[in-house]
Protein backbone atom coordinates (compact mmCIF):
# COMPACT_ATOMS: atom_id res chain seq x y z
CA UNK A 1 0.00 0.00 0.00
CA UNK A 2 1.32 3.50 -1.00
CA UNK A 3 2.15 5.93 1.89
CA UNK A 4 0.04 8.23 0.14
CA UNK A 5 -2.93 6.55 1.44
CA UNK A 6 -1.91 4.71 4.34
CA UNK A 7 -4.79 3.37 7.16
CA UNK A 8 -3.71 3.93 10.51
CA UNK A 9 -2.94 0.40 11.41
CA UNK A 10 -2.86 0.03 14.65
CA UNK A 11 -6.63 1.52 14.86
CA UNK A 12 -8.09 -0.24 11.98
CA UNK A 13 -10.15 -2.96 11.77
CA UNK A 14 -10.28 -5.61 8.50
CA UNK A 15 -12.19 -3.42 5.78
CA UNK A 16 -12.94 0.16 7.58
CA UNK A 17 -11.23 2.80 5.37
CA UNK A 18 -13.09 6.22 5.49
CA UNK A 19 -13.00 8.28 2.34
CA UNK A 20 -11.12 11.34 2.60
CA UNK A 21 -13.23 13.99 3.66
CA UNK A 22 -15.17 15.33 0.54
CA UNK A 23 -14.57 18.86 1.17
CA UNK A 24 -14.89 19.96 -2.28
CA UNK A 25 -17.84 21.68 -1.89
CA UNK A 26 -16.26 24.30 0.32
CA UNK A 27 -14.78 27.30 -0.53
CA UNK A 28 -10.75 27.54 -0.94
CA UNK A 29 -10.32 30.68 0.52
CA UNK A 30 -12.67 32.47 2.86
CA UNK A 31 -12.53 35.73 0.91
CA UNK A 32 -13.64 37.73 3.92
CA UNK A 33 -10.58 37.19 5.85
CA UNK A 34 -8.27 36.74 2.95
CA UNK A 35 -9.41 40.72 1.51
CA UNK A 36 -9.07 41.57 5.61
CA UNK A 37 -5.61 40.42 5.50
CA UNK A 38 -4.76 42.37 2.66
CA UNK A 39 -6.54 45.60 3.66
CA UNK A 40 -4.01 45.11 6.35
CA UNK A 41 -1.04 44.49 4.26
CA UNK A 42 -0.36 48.56 4.00
CA UNK A 43 -0.04 49.32 7.64
CA UNK A 44 2.27 45.80 7.38
CA UNK A 45 5.99 44.85 7.39
CA UNK A 46 7.07 45.33 4.20
CA UNK A 47 6.59 42.28 1.70
CA UNK A 48 3.85 41.13 4.76
CA UNK A 49 1.74 39.28 2.44
CA UNK A 50 4.40 37.52 0.82
CA UNK A 51 5.76 36.54 4.16
CA UNK A 52 3.07 35.24 5.30
CA UNK A 53 2.84 33.05 2.21
CA UNK A 54 6.47 31.45 2.83
CA UNK A 55 5.83 31.02 6.18
CA UNK A 56 2.62 29.07 5.52
CA UNK A 57 4.07 27.07 2.62
CA UNK A 58 7.04 26.14 5.07
CA UNK A 59 4.76 25.37 8.18
CA UNK A 60 2.64 23.14 5.73
CA UNK A 61 5.11 21.42 4.21
CA UNK A 62 6.52 20.37 7.77
CA UNK A 63 3.02 19.26 8.60
CA UNK A 64 2.62 16.71 5.98
CA UNK A 65 6.17 15.61 6.76
CA UNK A 66 5.53 14.99 10.12
CA UNK A 67 2.07 13.10 8.80
CA UNK A 68 4.64 11.08 6.57
CA UNK A 69 7.07 9.82 9.48
CA UNK A 70 3.69 9.95 12.14
CA UNK A 71 2.37 7.15 9.23
CA UNK A 72 5.36 5.18 9.33
CA UNK A 73 5.90 5.37 12.81
CA UNK A 74 1.97 4.39 13.51
CA UNK A 75 2.41 7.41 15.58
CA UNK A 76 -1.46 8.54 15.80
CA UNK A 77 -0.23 11.21 18.15
CA UNK A 78 2.40 12.77 16.02
CA UNK A 79 -0.14 12.51 12.93
CA UNK A 80 -2.79 14.40 14.96
CA UNK A 81 -0.46 17.02 16.58
CA UNK A 82 0.36 17.71 12.76
CA UNK A 83 -2.93 18.03 11.75
CA UNK A 84 -3.36 20.93 14.63
CA UNK A 85 -0.69 22.97 13.48
CA UNK A 86 -1.87 22.70 9.69
CA UNK A 87 -5.56 23.44 11.10
CA UNK A 88 -4.20 26.75 13.01
CA UNK A 89 -1.92 27.73 9.94
CA UNK A 90 -4.69 27.40 7.13
CA UNK A 91 -7.22 28.62 9.55
CA UNK A 92 -5.13 31.52 10.00
CA UNK A 93 -4.91 32.73 6.55
CA UNK A 94 -7.82 31.70 6.04
CA UNK A 95 -7.73 28.42 3.95
CA UNK A 96 -10.93 26.97 4.74
CA UNK A 97 -11.47 23.55 2.56
CA UNK A 98 -7.69 22.67 3.72
CA UNK A 99 -8.75 23.56 7.36
CA UNK A 100 -11.71 21.34 7.27
CA UNK A 101 -9.75 18.52 5.78
CA UNK A 102 -7.38 18.79 8.92
CA UNK A 103 -10.11 19.24 11.08
CA UNK A 104 -11.16 15.57 9.48
CA UNK A 105 -8.27 14.25 10.01
CA UNK A 106 -8.27 15.01 13.48
CA UNK A 107 -11.91 13.65 13.98
CA UNK A 108 -11.02 10.42 12.16
CA UNK A 109 -8.10 10.41 14.67
CA UNK A 110 -9.93 10.45 17.53
CA UNK A 111 -12.52 8.32 16.43
CA UNK A 112 -9.75 5.65 16.69
CA UNK A 113 -10.28 4.90 12.68
CA UNK A 114 -10.35 6.08 9.60
CA UNK A 115 -7.74 6.40 6.36
CA UNK A 116 -5.49 9.27 5.98
CA UNK A 117 -5.09 10.26 2.31
CA UNK A 118 -1.60 12.14 2.22
CA UNK A 119 -2.08 12.55 -1.36
CA UNK A 120 -5.26 14.46 -1.62
CA UNK A 121 -4.09 16.62 1.65
CA UNK A 122 -0.96 17.72 -0.26
CA UNK A 123 -3.28 18.44 -3.17
CA UNK A 124 -5.39 20.79 -0.78
CA UNK A 125 -2.42 22.42 0.72
CA UNK A 126 -1.10 23.18 -3.17
CA UNK A 127 -4.52 24.50 -3.88
CA UNK A 128 -4.43 26.83 -0.97
CA UNK A 129 -1.42 27.96 -1.60
CA UNK A 130 -1.95 29.12 -5.28
CA UNK A 131 -4.80 30.54 -4.72
CA UNK A 132 -3.32 32.61 -1.95
CA UNK A 133 -0.94 33.34 -4.15
CA UNK A 134 -3.10 34.74 -7.28
CA UNK A 135 -4.69 36.73 -4.44
CA UNK A 136 -1.81 38.37 -3.07
CA UNK A 137 -0.21 39.23 -6.08
CA UNK A 138 -2.86 41.43 -6.66
CA UNK A 139 -2.41 43.93 -3.87
CA UNK B 1 -3.59 54.66 21.23
CA UNK B 2 -0.52 55.54 22.93
CA UNK B 3 2.56 54.25 20.95
CA UNK B 4 5.54 52.03 21.92
CA UNK B 5 3.65 50.24 23.85
CA UNK B 6 5.08 46.75 24.28
CA UNK B 7 2.88 43.57 23.30
CA UNK B 8 4.07 39.99 23.79
CA UNK B 9 2.67 37.61 20.97
CA UNK B 10 3.13 33.85 22.09
CA UNK B 11 2.09 31.19 19.55
CA UNK B 12 4.51 28.29 17.99
CA UNK B 13 2.35 28.57 14.85
CA UNK B 14 5.15 31.01 12.69
CA UNK B 15 1.84 31.99 10.61
CA UNK B 16 0.00 32.82 13.14
CA UNK B 17 2.68 34.77 15.32
CA UNK B 18 3.62 36.61 12.13
CA UNK B 19 0.29 37.65 11.41
CA UNK B 20 -0.10 39.06 15.72
CA UNK B 21 2.80 40.62 15.76
CA UNK B 22 2.17 42.69 12.16
CA UNK B 23 -1.66 43.63 13.54
CA UNK B 24 0.45 45.04 16.54
CA UNK B 25 2.83 46.99 14.90
CA UNK B 26 0.10 48.12 12.56
CA UNK B 27 -1.27 49.58 15.87
CA UNK B 28 1.99 51.93 16.36
CA UNK B 29 3.26 49.18 19.66
CA UNK B 30 6.17 47.02 19.77
CA UNK B 31 6.29 43.53 18.96
CA UNK B 32 8.04 40.75 20.72
CA UNK B 33 7.29 36.89 19.91
CA UNK B 34 7.82 33.66 21.21
CA UNK B 35 7.57 30.49 19.97
CA UNK B 36 7.53 28.52 23.01
CA UNK B 37 6.86 28.83 26.85
CA UNK B 38 10.22 29.37 27.86
CA UNK B 39 10.85 32.30 25.48
CA UNK B 40 7.68 33.86 26.61
CA UNK B 41 8.75 33.58 30.34
CA UNK B 42 12.08 35.19 29.49
CA UNK B 43 10.85 38.01 27.49
CA UNK B 44 8.06 38.70 30.02
CA UNK B 45 10.51 39.10 32.54
CA UNK B 46 13.09 41.23 30.80
CA UNK B 47 11.31 43.27 28.60
CA UNK B 48 8.22 43.78 30.80
CA UNK B 49 5.67 43.80 28.02
CA UNK B 50 2.43 45.53 28.63
CA UNK B 51 -0.07 43.26 26.78
CA UNK B 52 0.97 39.25 26.05
CA UNK B 53 -1.52 37.38 23.10
CA UNK B 54 -0.86 34.00 24.64
CA UNK B 55 -2.01 30.42 22.30
CA UNK B 56 -3.94 27.73 24.43
CA UNK B 57 -1.57 25.19 22.92
CA UNK B 58 2.01 25.79 23.16
CA UNK B 59 4.94 23.18 22.37
CA UNK B 60 6.26 23.02 25.96
CA UNK B 61 2.98 23.40 28.27
CA UNK B 62 -0.23 25.00 27.73
CA UNK B 63 -1.28 28.59 28.15
CA UNK B 64 -3.49 27.76 30.89
CA UNK B 65 -0.83 26.61 32.87
CA UNK B 66 1.79 29.18 31.75
CA UNK B 67 -0.65 32.04 32.60
CA UNK B 68 -1.57 30.44 36.02
CA UNK B 69 2.69 30.23 37.12
CA UNK B 70 2.89 33.88 36.41
CA UNK B 71 -0.37 35.31 38.02
CA UNK B 72 0.76 32.74 41.46
CA UNK B 73 4.40 35.23 41.12
CA UNK B 74 2.71 38.10 41.48
CA UNK B 75 2.76 38.96 37.32
CA UNK B 76 0.05 40.94 36.43
CA UNK B 77 0.20 42.05 33.06
CA UNK B 78 -2.77 42.00 30.82
CA UNK B 79 -3.37 38.76 29.02
CA UNK B 80 -5.70 38.39 25.53
CA UNK B 81 -5.62 34.48 25.51
CA UNK B 82 -6.31 32.87 21.77
CA UNK B 83 -7.55 28.96 21.16
CA UNK B 84 -9.42 26.88 19.30
CA UNK B 85 -10.96 25.62 21.67
CA UNK B 86 -12.83 28.89 23.12
CA UNK B 87 -15.66 27.01 23.58
CA UNK B 88 -14.86 25.12 26.41
CA UNK B 89 -16.83 27.28 29.45
CA UNK B 90 -14.90 26.12 31.79
CA UNK B 91 -11.24 26.83 30.95
CA UNK B 92 -13.16 30.34 29.74
CA UNK B 93 -14.79 31.07 33.30
CA UNK B 94 -11.33 30.41 35.14
CA UNK B 95 -9.17 32.60 32.53
CA UNK B 96 -11.93 35.33 32.81
CA UNK B 97 -12.75 35.32 36.43
CA UNK B 98 -9.76 33.33 38.39
CA UNK B 99 -6.80 34.47 35.86
CA UNK B 100 -7.91 38.20 35.28
CA UNK B 101 -7.64 37.73 31.28
CA UNK B 102 -9.11 40.79 29.57
CA UNK B 103 -10.82 38.56 26.56
CA UNK B 104 -10.64 34.88 25.33
CA UNK B 105 -10.53 34.85 21.32
CA UNK B 106 -11.59 32.03 19.11
CA UNK B 107 -9.34 30.83 16.68
CA UNK B 108 -9.41 31.73 13.41
CA UNK B 109 -9.67 35.44 13.99
CA UNK B 110 -10.10 38.13 11.73
CA UNK B 111 -7.23 40.56 11.81
CA UNK B 112 -9.63 43.34 12.66
CA UNK B 113 -11.19 41.44 16.13
CA UNK B 114 -7.31 40.73 16.93
CA UNK B 115 -6.77 44.59 16.28
CA UNK B 116 -9.96 45.77 18.02
CA UNK B 117 -9.09 43.64 21.47
CA UNK B 118 -5.29 44.67 21.60
CA UNK B 119 -7.14 48.38 21.34
CA UNK B 120 -9.43 47.92 24.32
CA UNK B 121 -6.58 45.54 26.19
CA UNK B 122 -4.26 48.47 26.68
CA UNK B 123 -7.00 51.06 27.37
CA UNK B 124 -6.20 52.50 30.65
CA UNK B 125 -8.27 50.96 33.59
CA UNK B 126 -10.76 53.45 35.46
CA UNK B 127 -8.63 53.59 38.69
CA UNK B 128 -10.23 52.23 41.97
CA UNK B 129 -11.00 54.84 44.51
CA UNK B 130 -9.31 53.93 47.98
CA UNK B 131 -11.00 52.45 50.38
CA UNK B 132 -12.14 54.76 53.51
CA UNK B 133 -10.68 53.57 56.45
Known amino acids: MSLATAPLRSHLRDGEMAPFPDVSALPILDQELVDELCRLAPLCDKDFLQSLLGEFAQSAGQSIGAM ?42 RGSHGALNLEKLQNTVDEALEALRIRFARE | MASEKLVLVVDDDPVARLLAANIVRSLGCVALEAGTAAEATRLLNERKPDLVILDGLLPDTDGLRWLRKQRSEG ?38 VLARSITDALRPRPSVPPVAR
Do not use: Y
Open chain 1, 68 to 109: RAGVLAHDAKAIGNAAHRLRGASSSLGAVRLSRACIAVEKTL
Open chain 2, 75 to 112: NAVRVLFSSAFWQDLGSHRTLTDELDVSAVLGKPMGPG
